[in-house]
């Protein structure tokens, strides 16, 4: 078998960048990142970010990482711009498989697939996605200009959103299950003092209607069944994410590794998989921060980890 990688890297976000970038800088010469789109990762589509170290004024998430790929590619680092089914292993070789069912075979993997946003499942949701119901208000928010949206969701993110969009719209409807919320401090201040952002608490989504042109309104039923009907065009959901570990699911529908009931991969402190050779990084490992900052700091561990197993491996 020639043409062997040292590591295949799976997936182009902070996790996957930075795993390039280390392995690479860290002597390892036949690195491949796989990333099916432009790597960056979900937090392109983020508007604010205030939380990365040594990051000042106002950046975006998309202008946080437009360097990045740039400077991993100075040590060698290779994006192939193709999509993995599969990731398996036979013996001490990896197989990663594309979408074509090209084969690439690698000495070591570190998968970086991350996660996706969840649906919330209230009624309407799946119909009008895309049609007034989205996941990004980043990429979909300047449609509601002038115009009343909700947004569902207590944490970071749905906080953080709302107030991006309580710059664009007139006014934001934030419809959270709780009366109290997980984000951080000064997130939960800023929100509470924002004009344009009504809090609708101990309250979730119970429908969302509209026409063949799309939403149109939204029901939200409180605590005690009581139903609130809003009338609006955009509805934003922030209520988490799943794990994508679908690369990792083999033909009689096990993992290639340990995950736990979540679908999260268990790693140890070095990102070290229960499958020799095989690390994880980022928001797909179990108790994951979910910060760019952290996903960055398991892709370096993950790296190392990687150079010192490739190194063992072949010397």
């Known amino acids: 078998m020639s043409n062997i990688l040292d590591c295949a890297i799976v997936g182009g976000g902070p996790a996957g960048l930075t795993a390039g970038l280390y392995t690479t800088r860290g002597g390892l010469e036949q690195v491949t ?68 069912d090209t084969i690439v075979h690698a000495h070591s993997v570190i998968v970086c697939t991350g996660s996706s946003p969840r649906r919330a499942g209230f009624n309407g949701e799946d119909e009008f996605f895309g049609k007034g119901v989205s996941t990004c208000a980043t990429c979909d928010g300047f449609f509601y200009k002038g115009k009343e949206v909700a947004v569902i969701g207590g944490g970071d993110t749905a906080l953080e959103e709302a107030l991006y969009l309580a710059k664009i719209c007139s006014k934001v409807y934030l419809v959270h299950r709780r009366d109290t919320f997980r984000a951080a401090p000064n997130t939960v201040k800023r929100v509470e003092e924002n004009e344009k952002i009504e809090l609708v608490l101990n309250s979730v989504p119970d429908e969302v209607y509209g026409d063949a042109m799309g939403v149109t309104g939204i029901k ?85 980890s990687a150079i010192s197993y490739v190194d063992e491996l072949l010397n």
């Open 33 to 100: 990142m796989f990333e099916k789109g432009m790597p960056g990762g979900q937090i392109t589509q983020s508007s604010e970010i205030e939380n990365y170290p040594g990051v000042t004024g106002d950046i975006t998430g998309m202008d946080l990482m437009m360097p990045w790929p740039e400077q991993c590619q100075k040590f060698g680092l290779k994006h192939d711009m193709v999509e993995i089914k599969q990731i398996r292993k036979d013996g001490d070789i990896f197989s990663v498989i594309q979408t074509n």
């Open 220 to 304: 939200v039923k409180d605590k005690e069944g009581n139903i609130r009907d809003i009338s609006l065009p955009g509805v934003f959901t922030f209520v988490g994410n799943d794990v994508n570990n679908q690369t990792l699911i083999q033909e009689d529908g096990s993992f290639l590794c340990d995950v736990n009931g979540q679908g999260q991969l268990i790693v140890d402190l070095s990102m070290k998989t229960s499958v020799p050779g095989l690390f994880a990084a980022g928001d797909m490992r179990i108790e994951a921060p979910k910060q760019v900052v952290s996903a960055a700091g398991d892709g370096a561990v993950a790296a190392l």
